[in-house]
């Protein structure tokens, strides 16, 4: 029992290791985007977004070279389903957020046709190193689409003063964000060994959580600000980012398999990324009842997983 909680201990420690972390790497990435002249929608979708997936990349990553491809996978699937459910509903229960400057049809279509090809491709159970290099391919050719088209979001860019201390935020964050999320894995496959879940479960949960927290922060603090372009861009933007950046880095260094029961959990991210995209594009916002159906909708696959692992 002791060994459960010691190790239920690191994680919690962890995780906050991680949110401060990536929260370091947030400012001192923004600090410099703006610099450079990048809307708010843009960086949401870019700059930032990579640093609230910064954890997932490393959390992945790790998982990957170890061998433990359901972690590896799982993070990704359960982070995923945490930015668009319980990250976004939390943060449409606190203030329902317009979606008239968020190009749905665009990031929506990308988000779901992503999706639909990681599906196609995890039919097999296995994702192979040429398949994370065309993922890899796919994100770097959003990235520069969005910055070279940053101007077409037809936002005020924000003013902002490079520092360098924001070089300095930006790689301590990210030595932080490794250092964690190393000893989070560790302490993760352990614990699922010790009270006999499966380590996708784990990954999908318990993870998935703890590296899903700076999205939360982050969206959170923008839609306080009512920068509400900046919050929901980072969500779509970070899990473009789980799904092509930190699965194709993962494939690239190991290529991974997963468990043939969890693949099930796949059709239900689909669906559930189809859900998001109606409600961001019904009535032009997300009113605190979707934000609650989305909430409830992510509890009932967490306890769904359970009941079949």
Known sequence: ????????????????????????????????????????LAIGLTVIAFGTSAPEFAVT???????????????????????????LGSVAL?????????????????????TL??????ADFKM???????????????????FFNSSANQEKIPEGEFKYLDVIKLISGLVII????????????VLARQIGISEWMIGETIVALGTSLPELATSLAAVIRGNYGLSIGNLIGSNLFNLFGVLGLAAILRPMTIDQDAFSHLIWLLAFMVLVV???????????????VLILINAAVWVKGFLEH
């Open 178 to 189: 490794l250092v964690s999320s190393t000893y989070l894995v560790e302490a993760a496959v």
């Open 117 to 122: 090809l990681f599906i196609m491709l995890m």
């Open 94 to 114: 606190f203030r329902a957020i317009p979606t008239t400057q968020v190009k749905a049809r665009r990031e929506g279509a990308i988000l779901i046709g992503g």
């Open 1 to 40: 029992m002791m060994n459960v909680f010691f190790n239920l201990l690191i994680i919690a420690v962890c995780g906050v290791g991680l949110w401060w972390s990536a929260n370091l790497v947030v400012d001192g990435s923004t600090n410099i985007a703006r610099k450079l002249g990048i809307s708010n």
């Open 61 to 87: 990553a790790i998982a990957a070279i170890k061998g433990q491809g359901d972690i590896s996978v799982s993070n990704v699937v359960g982070s995923n389903f945490l930015n668009l459910g319980l990250v």
């Open 128 to 146: 192979a190193r040429w398949e994370g290099f065309l993922f890899l391919a796919l994100l770097i050719a959003y990235i520069l689409y969005m």
């Open 278 to 292: 109606i409600f961001i594009r019904t009535n032009r916002k997300i009113s605190r009842l979707k934000g609650a």
